[in-house]
């Protein structure tokens, strides 16, 4: 059964940093991009980060997101990661890992970052 547990949220200060981490398990994880989405309160989950699969990988962020973060993988360990720096209080969401298997998606419980002094 495929499944996500994340962690690594929390309460940090305005500039500060946090690195989340995606256990995946139940599929083989490095045939597949993985991505990490957030949603505040009251409003839509947005697309934070992606990473394709394979040997040369590549990333794409939405434009809000460029240079304060980064996603990479281990395939080995069947973690992906999104180290956030520079946070703003509007980072302040819960960020789901996700990734697709057609034809479904398939999401994490998610874990919530809050950013806030």
């Known amino acids: 059964q495929l499944q996500f547990v994340e962690s690594g949220g929390g309460l940090v200060q305005p500039g500060g940093s946090l690195r989340l981490s995606c256990a995946a398990s139940?599929?083989?994880?490095?045939?597949?991009?993985m991505s990490w989405y957030r949603q505040a309160p009251g409003k839509k989950r947005e697309l934070v980060a992606e990473?394709?699969?394979?040997?040369?990988?590549?990333?794409n962020y939405a434009d809000s997101m460029k240079g304060r973060f980064a996603i990479s993988r281990d395939n080995d360990k069947n973690m992906v990661y999104l180290q956030m720096n520079s946070l703003k209080p509007e980072d302040t969401a819960v960020y789901y890992c996700?990734?697709?298997?057609?034809?479904?998606?398939?999401w994490g419980q998610g874990t919530q970052v809050t950013v806030s002094s």
């Open positions: 990473i394709t699969r394979g040997a040369g990988v590549s990333t």
């Open positions: 996700y990734t697709r298997i057609e034809p479904t998606g398939y």
């Open positions: 139940g599929f083989t994880f490095s045939r597949y991009a």
